[in-house]
């Protein structure tokens, strides 16, 4: 009985370990960026960004590995941006009109970072 015990428990752990992790790594988000680093990205995430017409957008992907998905799009409407494969890239989208857009991602098996940040507009 005691060994039948034990087989259960470290069927457990052995079990427990095979589990993927969905995110590894580190999270900075409000209403005005966007900003992940992770070594492990199994799962959606999103941010909303409330944002001006005329605001701009930097956005950088750093893909080491898997797959990113990222969709930029205000509440309701078609997206800004979208990329189901999106590969390492820097660039900016200017905002066309004024409201809360979400910014979606979603990894799989995926390392890198991630960084969609307002511009603060110059004086």
């Known amino acids: 009985m005691r060994y039948a015990f034990a087989s259960v428990i470290l069927s457990a752990l052995f079990l ?3 589990a993927s992790a969905t995110f590894n790594g580190s999270r900075t988000g409000n209403d005005s960026q966007l900003v ?55 660039f900016e989208l200017v905002i066309p009109k004024s409201g809360n857009y979400q910014v979606t991602v979603t990894g ?16």
């Open 36 to 90: 992940m680093e992770y070594t492990v990205f199994n799962t959606t995430d999103s941010q909303t960004l409330k944002l001006e017409q005329g605001d701009r957008l930097a956005v950088t992907i750093v893909d080491e590995q898997g797959t990113l998905s990222l969709s930029i799009a205000m509440e309701g409407e078609d997206p800004l941006y979208e990329d189901l494969d999106a590969q390492s890239r820097t």
């Open 16 to 18: 427990a370990g095979c």
């Open 108 to 123: 799989e098996q995926a390392k890198g970072s991630l960084s969609v940040v307002r511009v603060e507009p110059e004086k």
